[in-house]
């Protein structure tokens, strides 16, 4: 049905979020009937912390790496809850998550390229809010990442420019994603991609900061 209906009203479909592999097939068929190319089927897989694939999840990492695609991994954890809460500890448990599912990939398909990116939220110890963009929560991402740099030599994305905790819409929750996507500029040399509109930690997708975000990103763009 989200495919329909890029087809049918957006310039330019990009393809459609799978949640469940048997609905790639369908949608390859889809397609090839549009004549559309590079469409994205494909999910990002995302492990659960510590290291546990839902088949769902599972059965698209081995589809797409079977399928020649890449072993693109991604961890969206709290530290303390998903893994330790001190720096180290939840650096070394999230690295040896990555190398494991990377070896799994080689193991199914040896050709297959391994990257990944970190999403590492910090909790509120007084209201239990986790927040993906709090500055100690950045620093566990960019830890993490200089420290499979160093030991693998692949360089993970760390964090990036949403899942800010706001939960209303405004100015505020639009500087802050700012903030946390320069940061990561700043420390990594990659922008990573704002203005999606999300409010409340991802869950939620806003219209109004959807059009915040784009015009907070257009002005620094062009400023």
């Known amino acids: 049905e989200a495919m329909l209906l890029q087809f049918e009203y957006a310039h330019r479909p990009r393809g459609a979020y799978v949640q469940d592999v048997r609905q790639v097939d369908y949608l390859r068929e889809m397609g090839d009937i549009s004549g559309i190319e590079d469409l994205a089927w494909l999910a990002n897989v995302a492990f659960s912390s510590p290291l546990r694939l839902g088949k769902d999840i599972a059965d698209l ?17 709290v530290s303390g809850a998903g893994t330790p809460v001190t720096v180290a500890g939840c650096t070394v448990v999230a690295a040896a998550e990555f190398v494991a ?8 398909n040896p050709d297959t390229s391994i990257s990944g990116g970190s999403w590492i939220a ?17 620093v566990r991402n960019l830890v993490l990442r200089e420290f499979l ?9 760390a964090g990036g420019g949403e899942y800010c905790p706001a ?21 990594t040399g990659r ?5 999606s509109g999300h409010l409340d930690g991802g869950l939620v997708i806003s219209p109004v900061q959807l059009l915040l975000d784009r015009e907070t990103a ?5 400023g």
Do not use: C, Q
């Not at 079977?66 to 991994?73: D, V």
């Not at 802050?176 to 990561?184: D, F, G, L, P, R």
């Not at 922008?191 to 203005?195: F, L, N, R, T």
């Not at 257009?218 to 062009?222: D, E, G, M, S, T």
């Open 61 to 77: 990492f081995v589809y797409k790496v079977k399928h020649g695609g890449p072993a693109n991994l991604y961890i969206m954890t």
């Open 101 to 108: 599912n990377w070896m799994a990939a080689r193991a199914i």
């Open 122 to 138: 910090t909790m509120d110890m007084r209201t239990g809010e986790a927040s993906y963009s709090a500055p100690d929560a950045m």
């Open 149 to 157: 740099r160093r030991w693998t030599g692949v360089s993970i994305a």
């Open 167 to 187: 939960k209303v819409p405004g100015l505020y929750a639009a500087l802050e994603k700012a903030h946390s996507a320069m940061t990561v500029a700043a420390f």
């Open 191 to 195: 922008h990573p991609g704002v203005g």
């Open 218 to 222: 257009a002005a620094v763009r062009n």
